[in-house]
């Protein structure tokens, strides 16, 4: 089992930049697929980015492709989100997210959510 904790979030201007980190706790971090997701008022939860634990193979969202960027250091048990050229559109609740094996639909483990805020 993991657990997660984002950080990072805040309030930016439309244009800017923010970096969400994500500490994980618990073993074998290196064999989770770990993914980010967000939620916007009255909005349901939508998959952003995803990469797997060993080969670090990416996947994102068409919304932010070119924008934002996942990374992930096993050896410190984070992965981050870089976002730039954020939109207003982009304000949500983000939460990052574990599964084991490679990338697929379910997450089994969820932290509790970092808001962003992008004002324009």
């Known amino acids: 089992q993991v657990q997660l904790v984002e950080s990072g979030g805040g309030l930016v201007q439309a244009g800017g930049s923010l970096r969400l980190s994500c500490a994980a706790s618990?073993?074998?971090?290196?064999?989770?697929?770990l993914g980010w997701f967000r939620q916007a008022p009255g909005e349901e939860r939508e998959f952003v980015a995803a990469?797997?634990?060993?080969?670090?193979?990416?996947t994102y969202a068409d919304s932010v492709k070119g924008r934002f960027s996942i990374s992930r250091n096993n050896a410190k048990n984070v992965v981050d989100l870089q976002m730039n050229s954020l939109k207003p559109e982009d304000t949500a609740v983000y939460y990052c997210?574990?599964?084991?094996?490679?990338?697929?639909?379910?997450?089994?483990?969820w932290g509790q959510g970092t808001q962003v805020t992008v004002a324009s």
């Open positions: 990469i797997t634990g060993s080969w670090y193979i990416t």
């Open positions: 997210a574990g599964r084991v094996g490679g990338i697929g639909p379910n997450y089994d483990y």
């Open positions: 618990g073993r074998s971090f290196s064999t989770y697929t």
